[in-house]
Structure formats: C-alpha cells, structure tokens
C-alpha cells in the first residue's frame, strides 16, 4: 500500500505563484510514476503530468512551460510548481502514483485563483 498526502494548495490571484507538495509513504520502491491531475466544477478529472523516478516529465499542453513537476526520490515526494496561474487553473489537484500495475490517489487540494 502507498499513502499519498499533498499539502500547499490555496487562494492565489491571476498570475501568481503556488507550489503543492506531495509525500508519499508505504511500499513505494523499484520504478515508479508520480505526478498530478486536477478535477475543476464540472468537468472530468485531468492530467497535470507526470515524472518518472528517473525525472523524465510529461505535461498537458494547456500548462506546459507554466507548470514544473519535480521529485526528491531520497524523500518520495513530488513537486508541482505552478506559475503565471490563470483562473481556469482552478481545481482540486490530486497526486498520484503508479507503483507497478497500481494507481494510487491522494486527497486532494484545492487551488483557487482569483482576484
């Protein structure tokens, strides 16, 4: 079993900066997929991206060059850094883990960007 919990999420006005974190515990080990999605109002849950425990990235074009996902392996934690936020970044942003043939989820943080 893997436990993910984020932490970071907030209120940030249009054009800010915010950064979620998200460690992971358990039986986390060999290769492995981390990265985050994000589930505004309404809409379907999405990729974010991902990072490999090599640090190979993957990113949705609708944050790519904004967004940077990275990882600290020694701690198992993932990293998104999110900038020049735009009120359509509004969501929860859930982590997530890929460790073998399983998904696993954290709980989620709420972004909100507004002014």
């Known amino acids: 079993q893997v436990q993910l919990v984020e932490s970071g999420g907030g209120l940030v006005q249009p054009g800010g900066s915010l950064r979620l974190s998200c460690a992971a515990s358990g039986s986390i080990f060999g290769r492995y997929t981390m990265g985050w999605y994000r589930q505004a109002p309404g809409k379907q849950r999405e990729l974010v991206g991902t990072?490999?425990?090599?640090?190979?990235?993957n990113y949705a074009d609708s944050v790519n060059g904004r967004f940077i996902i990275s990882i600290d392996n020694a701690k198992n934690t993932v990293f998104l850094q999110m900038t020049s936020l735009k009120p359509e970044d509004t969501a929860v942003y859930y982590c997530?883990?890929?460790?073998?043939?399983?998904?696993?989820w954290g709980q989620g943080t709420q972004v909100t960007v507004s002014s």
């Open positions: 990072i490999t425990r090599g640090g190979a990235t």
């Open positions: 997530y883990a890929k460790v073998g043939y399983t998904d696993y």
